[in-house]
């Protein structure tokens, strides 16, 4: 599933959205249904995230469970091999539905800088990690439960990523559990209250 289809979208780089994951720890901390599915505010957890995700103009590509998909290796070397001629990827988990639309593109900026970029919130690592097109042999090397840590720190070794620090909750606010679901529907109260 994807917007990105025209020739202008291959100048920016692409939010992949990884959807594929089976979010067993919600299951288990009492989830009714799976957590990208949960209500929140109205509306379903990646739908929370794909607003923002539209939101922010840039192309994006969804990566939903498919045979094959053993983990978040697996999900990103899908994405990347989909959209390969883009100049960058960004890596947005679609349980992150508090990400702001500026944060992406935040992010995609900064990727003209640095061939990695990590966003941080709070002193905590967040979500979209971005990575710039020299980055895809390595992305696509990946497989399995492997997520793409090594390439981060690869990069990092070289001086060659931006730590990127943002004033938005919504890069670390993911929903692996129902409290934490619980937690997302009280900031984003305070939120719609603050900001309308």
């Known amino acids: 599933m994807s917007v990105f289809s025209n020739l202008e979208d291959r100048l920016l780089p692409v939010v992949i959205v990884l959807a594929a994951g089976r979010g067993e720890r919600f299951a288990a901390s009492g989830g009714q249904v799976h957590k990208l599915e949960a209500p929140l505010a109205g509306k379903r957890v990646r739908d929370h995230t794909l607003a923002a995700v539209r939101a922010s103009g840039l192309p ?20 990347v091999l989909a959209t390969q001629h883009a100049p960058g990827w960004l890596m947005l988990p679609a349980d992150l539905p508090l990400v702001r639309p500026a944060s992406l593109l935040a992010v995609a900026q900064a990727l003209t800088h640095a061939p990695v970029v990590v966003p941080h919130c709070d002193g905590q690592r967040g979500h979209p990690v971005g990575f710039d097109a020299s980055c895809m042999h390595a992305l696509l090397d990946l497989e399995g439960k492997e997520g793409a ?20 909750i919504g890069v670390i606010t993911d929903i692996d559990t129902v409290d934490d679901l619980c937690a997302a529907e009280q900031l984003l109260t305070r939120r719609l209250a603050a900001y309308g």
Do not use: T
């Not at 969804?62 to 899908?78: E, H, N, Q, T, Y």
């Not at 001086?159 to 620090?165: P, Q, R, S």
């Open 60 to 79: 994006w590509w969804m990566v939903k469970a498919a045979p094959g998909l053993r983990g978040m290796g697996d999900s990103i070397r899908a994405g």
């Open 149 to 168: 840590a090594r390439i981060v720190q690869a990069q990092r070794e070289r001086d060659m990523v931006v730590d990127l620090a943002l004033n938005d």
